[in-house]
Nanobody, 126 residues
Framework: QVQLVESGGGLVQAGASLRLSCAAS????????MGWFRQAPGKEREFVAV????????DYADSVKGRFAISRDNAKNTLYLQMNSLKPEDTAVYYC???????????????????WGQGTQVTVSE
């Protein structure tokens, strides 16, 4: 059974940084692409970032490009999201997700990820 557990969220002021972590278990972590998604109050959940199984490929939503960095440590079965220059509009619950298969396809689609964490709240004040 795949288990994903996020941590690292919190309340920060605009301009601050946070690093989210996602500890994974249940499948061979290093074989699967991983993604970060977020859901703001009153909005649908949206794609934030994706990383390939070995970490050589990353991609980001336009809204976070240049400010966020996704990374992974396959030896520790852990996914990260470094968030810099945070803005109030980054306020959301952040979820990590593991892709259904090992292919780097359909990575922006939420239905490509059957395994999700419980989410961690990030709140950015003015």
């Amino acid at each position: 059974q795949v288990q994903l557990v996020e941590s690292g969220g919190g309340l920060v002021q605009a301009g601050a940084s946070l690093r989210l972590s996602c500890a994974a278990s249940g499948r061979t972590f290093s074989e699967y692409p991983m993604g970060w998604f977020r859901q703001a109050p009153g909005k649908e959940r949206e794609f934030v970032a994706v990383i390939s199984a070995r970490g050589g490929y990353t991609d980001y939503a336009d809204s976070v490009k240049g400010r966020f960095a996704i990374s992974r440590d396959n030896a520790k079965n852990t996914l990260y999201l470094q968030m810099n220059s945070l803005k109030p509009e980054d306020t959301a619950v952040y979820y990590c997700a593991q892709k259904r298969n090992t292919y780097l396809t359909d990575v922006y689609r939420q239905d490509s990820y059957p395994y999700w964490g419980q989410g961690t709240q990030v709140t950015v004040s003015e």
